[in-house]
């Protein structure tokens, strides 16, 4: 799961790590809030730093037009967003990373406890601004 030619790659590692132990514990089938509240227990449990349901700007050309909450942000640099479906489509994938530019993060992880096994993509953003 580590592959170390991918930036915090360990971090998000650790993060697939508490998905995988709750999937296991749980299994699929229940609302995608209940998935959220078991892994916020797996983050705290690895004293995981982390935020549930941050709350973030979205700005359109320098102007603040409204405001997003991430079902979690980790150490303040990575977006991870919940899903409990059967599968996950092209247009998920299209709002994780829509998030990820509106915030200006550079990684981002897109998790469905849906599935019969747990199912997650590791998202980067192409437009991510340093230092903005």
């Not at 590692?13 to 514990?25: D, S």
């Not at 942000?73 to 991870?80: H, M, N, Q, T």
């Not at 994938?93 to 406890?113: H, T, V």
């Amino acid at each position: 799961m580590i592959n170390e030619k991918y930036k915090y790659s360990a971090l998000t590692g650790e993060i697939i790590g508490c998905a995988m132990e709750v999937h296991n514990t749980l299994g699929n089938g229940f609302q995608e809030v209940i998935y959220q509240r078991a892994l916020e227990i797996e983050f705290k449990e690895c004293d995981m730093p982390f935020s549930r349901e941050y709350e973030l700007p979205v700005n359109y050309k320098g102007v603040q037009i409204g405001t997003r909450r991430v079902d979690f942000l980790i150490k303040g640099i990575i977006c991870v967003e919940l899903k409990a479906l059967i599968e996950l489509q092209d247009v998920h994938l299209a709002q994780a990373i829509n998030y990820l530019e509106a915030y200006n993060l550079e990684i981002g992880l897109l998790i469905n406890f849906g599935s019969k096994s747990l199912d997650f993509k590791r998202l980067i953003n192409k437009k991510f601004k340093p230092g903005v």
